[in-house]
């Protein structure tokens, strides 16, 4: 499993960003997916997932509202559109698979890191 994050910057408190994960491989239409945050000195944070077919998409109440993760199963591309952003955003997102919602959002990328993406950095400035 191959998954390229990017779209990550620097943006103002307010401002809105979005992330895209592209899969190396057809089989992406097949897979759970989520995003992950982690900033500096805190554990790992599942922010968003999305079904395979993309029906359910449970979020963190952190960023309900604010956030929306979606999927093309035909380019083979995961996205999460995060808007009205805040200094607590902060953080590198990571993009994750898994074979179904459950799993992919218990997965942790120091035990699971062959179905997780590098990472893109959001910064957002006060």
């Known amino acids: 499993v191959q998954l390229q994050a990017s779209g990550g910057g620097l943006v103002q408190a307010g401002g809105s960003l979005r992330l895209s994960c592209a899969a190396s491989?057809?089989?992406?239409?097949?897979?759970?997916m989520a995003w992950f945050r982690q900033a500096p000195g805190k554990d790992q944070e599942s922010v968003a997932a999305?079904?395979?077919?993309?029906?359910?998409?449970p979020y963190a109440d952190s960023v309900k509202g604010r956030f929306t993760i979606s999927r093309d199963n035909a380019k083979n591309t995961l996205y999460l559109q995060m808007n009205s952003l805040k200094p607590e955003d902060t953080a590198v997102y990571y993009c994750?698979?898994?074979?179904?919602?459950?799993?992919?959002?218990?997965?942790?990328?120091?035990?699971?890191?062959?179905?997780w993406g590098q990472g893109t950095q959001v910064t957002v400035s006060s």
């Open positions: 994750a698979s898994g074979p179904t919602l459950q799993l992919v959002v218990a997965s942790s990328r120091e035990y699971n890191s062959g179905s």
């Open positions: 491989t057809r089989a992406f239409s097949t897979w759970a």
């Open positions: 999305i079904s395979s077919d993309g029906l359910s998409t």
